[in-house]
């Protein structure tokens, strides 16, 4: 890789690329109560720290230069394409832009946006209806746009892993995971029965388990709730 053009410092591109892909996330994901807000924010917050990094301080660069430089000397790390760390640190000789990790990236990125925007579509007319939301994605796992933000958020890790985001995924995971359980209790009041077995035929997150993956109370407090 020819690592010879410095590209920090450019937070007019951390302003564009945060705000371009919040928008279009927040086209597809139109959150309205405040549950929505919160994960939708988590969301926006990984991406902001994200770009922060890939256009402007490289805070993970400079923490990890002594251990970078001293194993793999010869390199710019202040390049831009040095700072593709997985197809760096793997010695790759290719531009990261076509590797392997950045291919498979912008799968996981289109794909999520893509589940986002097929979830939102069924969810709406379910909601007009006062329905479950039962088709489409909410066919296959019961909390689609929860699992589009991780998917997008597994691609950008994937082609620009940092320390801020690495920290970040793991407890957006389990956030995600406490919203849906409240969600389920939620709609459990709402829907009775009708969810319950809802839920007994449809995973949480992941389309191949054969069985639920939260488990659901029999008893929850009347209240109302939307699938996310």
Not at 205 to 226: E, H, N, Q, V, Y
């Amino acid at each position: 890789m020819n690592h010879n053009e410095p590209a920090y410092g450019l937070w007019s591109l951390v302003i564009i690329n945060s705000l371009v892909f919040i928008l279009f996330a927040f086209s597809f994901a139109r959150p309205k109560t405040s549950r929505d807000w919160r994960s939708f924010g988590m969301f926006s917050a990984f991406l902001v720290a994200l770009f922060s990094e890939m256009y402007g301080f490289p805070l993970t660069l400079y923490l990890l230069m002594p251990w970078l430089t001293r194993n793999f000397p010869g390199i710019d790390f202040l390049s831009h394409d040095a700072g593709h760390l997985l197809e760096t640190i793997l010695g790759w000789k290719v531009n990261p832009h076509w590797g392997l990790f950045h291919v498979i990236s912008n799968f996981l990125i289109a794909g999520g946006f893509w589940l986002l925007a097929a979830a939102w579509r069924v969810l709406y007319k379910a909601q007009a209806r006062g329905q479950l939301a039962l088709e489409g994605p909410y066919a296959r796992v019961r909390h689609p746009q929860y699992v589009g933000f991780v998917l997008i958020m597994l691609g950008f890790l994937l082609q620009w892993p940092t320390l801020i985001t690495l920290l970040m995924f793991p407890i957006l995971l389990l956030v995600y995971m406490k919203l849906a359980k409240r969600e389920e209790r939620e709609l459990l009041a709402h829907f009775g029965d009708a969810y319950r077995v809802y839920c007994a035929k449809t995973p949480a997150f992941l389309p191949w388990l054969a069985r639920r993956s939260l488990d659901i109370p029999t008893d929850a407090p009347p209240s109302s709730g939307k699938p996310s």
